[in-house]
């Protein structure tokens, strides 16, 4: 399906299993779309639709198995030469709104990433001498019918049968999910293109090239509004505990482990005021602990964040979360390279606007200019 939009076309596939563009009356009836993409929240998507009465008084759209539960739903945008692929997902409700006026009834059709369909199932199993990303990339190829494609990190913890057995006892998202936290990593699924997505297991990717900068009070340059930079000095934490040494059973001190979000992005990261104890870490040997002191600071939040919205049309360009973005117009404390931590993406007709979120360690910049 196709929408111009100032330029910008909208596409929107629906299917059971392989998803095709959407039909003429889908189309037709489509007023608003909602598309977010978020580290902490998932990715989601909303669709709203005005619905009107056939001659057998019912609504058209809602016949035919359209919206029904567990249809696939790919939504992407043309901005420029290259489609961009915003969500593949499923849908998990919708809601019939009806109006005395007519064809003000409205549809509203909301669904997850197709990661919702690892979440459907609770299991029990045991997964013996099996390193952590060998089982997740096991779970993984289960699902390769929605076009997940791996890409696992590599882990080396070898649970010995005798001394650990890994063992689900939940969905399959869950189960990797806890992995992931369990080795200081995440996990999500990005699309990769119409039909295909990464399956991402591992550290938070912070690397890559800038996307074009977001600029404010730069004239002609300013593309972006962009709300208050907070600083949390309660944000970041330090990791203490003990792990025993099997042979002497001296308790030797974990050492504090620095952030593995990198490479830093802030000349002045602030510096953690809060300590966690690892309780569980004298019974766990030494890759263990050390792994759950990893857990510990990776899990803590940014310590500086901001937020706004970006003018599409100006901005020339789709932002994507999980990635990074740089800042200027903003002053030297604020300025330079962020993560985006999410964006929300929002279409009406003649209308297409970009909320984001963004954090970084601490203020201050590492490079005197951010990529235009």
């Known amino acids: 399906m196709l929408t111009n939009l100032l330029g910008i076309r909208l596409m929107l596939l629906m299917g059971k299993t392989v998803p095709t563009p959407a039909s003429y009356d889908v189309s037709t009836a489509l007023t608003t779309v909602e598309v977010t993409n978020s580290t902490e929240q998932g990715d989601g998507f909303q669709l709203t639709f005005t619905l009107g009465k056939d001659k057998a008084k019912e609504y058209g759209l809602l016949q035919g198995g359209t919206f029904d539960p567990s249809t696939r739903v790919v939504i992407g945008v043309l901005l420029g030469a290259t489609p961009e692929v915003l969500i593949d997902g499923i849908i998990m409700h919708h809601e019939l709104t009806p109006s005395y006026e007519p064809g003000m009834t409205t549809l509203t059709v909301k669904g997850k990433d197709v990661s919702v369909m690892l979440d459907l199932e609770e299991k029990n199993d ?93 004239g002609p340059w300013t593309n972006a509004t962009l709300n208050n930079f907070s600083q949390d000095a309660l944000a970041p934490v330090e990791a203490k505990g003990v792990f025993v040494e099997p042979i002497t059973k001296i308790s030797i001190p974990i050492p504090s482990l620095p952030s593995l979000r990198i ?82 993406h929002n279409f009406d007709r003649g209308k297409y606007t970009q909320k984001f979120e963004l954090s970084r360690e601490g203020t201050g910049s590492l490079i005197p200019v951010v990529l235009a």
């Open 263 to 344: 490479p830093p992005f802030a000349s002045s990261a602030t510096p953690p005021l809060r300590t966690v104890l690892l309780r569980e870490s004298a019974n766990q040997n030494v890759a263990q602990a050390g792994l759950a002191g990893l857990e510990a600071s990776m899990s803590a939040p940014d310590a500086v964040t901001s937020g706004g919205e970006v003018d599409t049309v100006r901005y020339g360009h789709v932002l994507r979360a999980r990635k990074l973005v740089g800042v200027r117009g903003v002053g030297a404390s604020y300025n330079g390279n962020y993560y985006v931590k999410s964006v929300t």
């Open 126 to 218: 045991k997964y013996e001498n099996q390193l952590d990303s060998v089982i997740v990339t096991r779970l993984i190829a289960n699902y390769a019918k929605y076009g997940l494609v791996p890409q696992v990190t590599a882990t080396t913890d070898v649970p010995i049968v005798t001394q650990r057995i890994p063992r689900q006892h939940e969905t399959d998202l869950k189960f990797i999910q806890r992995l992931a936290k369990r080795n200081g990593f995440v996990f999500y699924i990005e699309p990769l293109s119409f039909g295909t997505s990464t399956a991402y297991w591992g550290q938070e990717n912070r690397l890559g090239v800038p996307q074009p900068a977001l600029t404010m009070n730069m």
